[in-house]
């Protein structure tokens, strides 16, 4: 079950921000016993791979917090961050250990599609409320949506590595979130109808 939140919650780390779990994932599997990474993804702790997604981090953070730039960095990302959630679900073991289960162990694509399937559908809300945050605040809520993004990929992929049964209350959190800014997009949209 730990294998599993854990897969869960970099998965959802993913879909907010593609290369903070990889870095994280990557960093702590060539500097702790905490993350054990399977045959075939002992590259995600070759520095040379870590480099270049710490340029591409970065590359991201800049571009995520212009108004109207974010929206096609989000149109970018619509592969990178399902991508990346498969990778982070399945490089931590997290297919292979789901409940113990040999069919698991036996299809590792499921680990796959779980992580690209949870990425997708956190970068399709993320990708949907951005252009709402735009036009409420005229762009000024974008870096600081953007800065609450990554900080907020950050802290769900340490807690899914360290504190796994935490991932639930993360998630739940998320859907707080995620339901407040319903309730905010509906009424922004109620007020700009004519006579609303």
Do not use: C
């Not at 974008?142 to 935490?166: H, K, N, R, W, Y």
């Amino acid at each position: 079950m730990f294998a599993a939140l854990t897969g869960l919650g970099l998965s959802t780390a993913a879909g907010l921000n593609a290369y903070i779990p990889l870095l994280v994932v990557g960093i702590l599997a060539n500097f702790t016993d905490r993350v054990k990474l399977p045959d075939g993804y002992a590259w995600l702790s070759n520095w040379g791979v870590l480099a270049v997604l710490a340029v591409l981090l970065v590359a991201e953070m800049v571009l995520d917090k212009i108004p109207a730039v974010d929206s096609v960095n989000d149109m970018i990302q619509t592969a990178v961050r399902p991508a990346s959630g498969g990778v982070v679900f399945s490089a931590t073991a997290a297919a292979a250990e789901l409940d113990k289960s040999t069919w698991m162990a036996e299809n590792p694509w499921l680990g796959w599609l779980i992580g690209i399937v949870v990425a997708l559908a956190v970068h399709a809300m993320k990708a949907a409320a951005r252009p709402v945050v735009n036009a409420s605040t005229a762009g000024v809520g974008a870096p600081v949506v953007s800065t609450v993004e990554d900080a907020g990929s950050l802290g769900m992929s340490l807690i899914a590595i360290f504190l796994p049964l935490l991932v639930i209350a993360a998630l739940a959190l998320l859907g707080l979130v995620v339901w407040w800014g319903v309730r905010k997009v509906r009424r922004f949209r109620a007020a700009r109808k004519p006579g609303g």
